[in-house]
C-alpha cells in the first residue's frame, strides 16, 4: 500500500460521528447543574434511541435485530445485548504480513427505525519493519445505514473510504437478516447485503456475514465469526472477482474483553501478502 499520511474530512467526520452516535447515555440527576457537551451528545442519544423505537414506521423490535446485526458485521462481534442502546468496541491485532491495525466499531439506533454502523480501522505500513508498526498512518472506514422495509428485507446505503485522495466509494443496495428457529437453536446469526450498484460504476458487490456461538464450550466463552465479501470488478480486461474475507476465533478472559485469532485474506493485496493470520485483543465499552 502507498503511503499518505493525508487524512480527509470524511474520515474525521466518520471519526466524530461514530465518537457522538455511541457515547454512553449520561445520569440526569447527576447532569442537571452541569450542561456541558459531553453530556448534550450523551441526552442526544438518549432522544434518538426513544424516537427509533417508538416511531410509528418501524417495529419496535427492529434495534434488536440491529443488535444481533452487531455480532456478525465485519469482524466485530458482541455477546451483550442492550435493547436500544449503542455500542462501541476497540480492537487491536498484531498481522503476522507485518503489520498492526487499530480498529474503531460503533453502531446506534437513529429516528424512523434508521441505524448507523460503522467503523474505522487504523493500519501502520506493511513494510515488514518491526519499528514501522506502531506507525498507524494509513486508513479504511465504513457506514452504513439501514432500514428494514419488509419483513427480514431491507435497504443499506454505504460510504466507503481507503487511504488517499478521492478514493471514496459510496454503494446502494439491500440487505436480509434471516431469521428461524433452526438459526435460533443452533446459535448462528447470517446477514447478506447485495449492493448492485456502485458510485465508480465499475462493479457490484456481494457480502455476508455470520456468528456461531458455543454456549456449552469453555463455559460459553468461545465463539466464532467473521464475514465474506465478493467485489466484482467489470471493465476492459478488468472482469475479476476480488475477495475480502475474515474469520475470526474469539475467547472472552473477562466481561467485555476478549482474546482474538483471525484468518485474514484480501486480494487487493499482492498475491504475497492477500493471506494473513491476525492476533490480538478486543474490548467492549
Known amino acids: 500500500m502507498a503511503q ?10 466518520c471519526i466524530v460521528l ?5 457515547h454512553a447515555p449520561a445520569n440526569e440527576d447527576a447532569d442537571a447543574d452541569n450542561p456541558s457537551i459531553t453530556n448534550t451528545f450523551a441526552k442526544n442519544l438518549q432522544t434518538l434511541a426513544t424516537a427509533s423505537s417508538t416511531t410509528d414506521t418501524a417495529a419496535p423490535n427492529e434495534v434488536l435485530d440491529f443488535e444481533e ?12 445485548k442492550t435493547f436500544g442502546k449503542a455500542k462501541l468496541s476497540l480492537e487491536y ?4 504480513r507485518g503489520f498492526n491495525t487499530l480498529n474503531l466499531t460503533g453502531s446506534a439506533p437513529l429516528p424512523g427505525g434508521w441505524n448507523i454502523w460503522g467503523f474505522v ?3 501502520s505500513p506493511d513494510g515488514g519493519v518491526d519499528d514501522s508498526r506502531t506507525d498507524l498512518s494509513e486508513f479504511f472506514f465504513e457506514i452504513d445505514l439501514k432500514r428494514k422495509v419488509w419483513n427480514d428485507f431491507g435497504v443499506v446505503l454505504e460510504v466507503n473510504d481507503p487511504q488517499g485522495v478521492d478514493n471514496a466509494l459510496s454503494r446502494v443496495g ?42 456449552n464450550i469453555l463455559d460459553g466463552r468461545f465463539s466464532v465469526g467473521g ?22 476465533f474469539r475467547y472472552r478472559l473477562v466481561d467485555g474483553l476478549h482474546f482474538l485469532a483471525e484468518v485474514r485474506v484480501n486480494e487487493f493485496f499482492d498475491a504475497k501478502k492477500d493471506v494473513g493470520v491476525g492476533f490480538g485483543f478486543q474490548y467492549y465499552f
Open 4 to 13: 499518505n499520511h493525508f487524512i480527509n474530512a470524511q474520515t474525521i467526520a
Open 18 to 22: 461514530l465518537g457522538w452516535a455511541t
Open 69 to 80: 446485526l452487531w455480532e456478525g458485521l465485519d469482524h466485530h462481534a458482541s455477546e451483550t
Open 93 to 96: 491485532q498484531f498481522d503476522t
Open 121 to 123: 480501522d487504523f493500519e
Open 174 to 215: 439491500l440487505f436480509w437478516t434471516p431469521k428461524s428457529q433452526f438459526l435460533k437453536d443452533h446459535n448462528l446469526f447470517f446477514f447478506v447485503k447485495v449492493f448492485p450498484y456502485e458510485s465508480d460504476g465499475r462493479g457490484y458487490q456481494i457480502s455476508f456475514a455470520w456468528n456461531k456461538k458455543f454456549p
Open 227 to 248: 464475514f465474506f465479501d465478493a467485489n466484482f470488478e467489470n471493465g476492459p480486461g478488468k472482469d475479476k472477482v476480488l475477495i475480502v474475507s475474515d474469520t475470526q
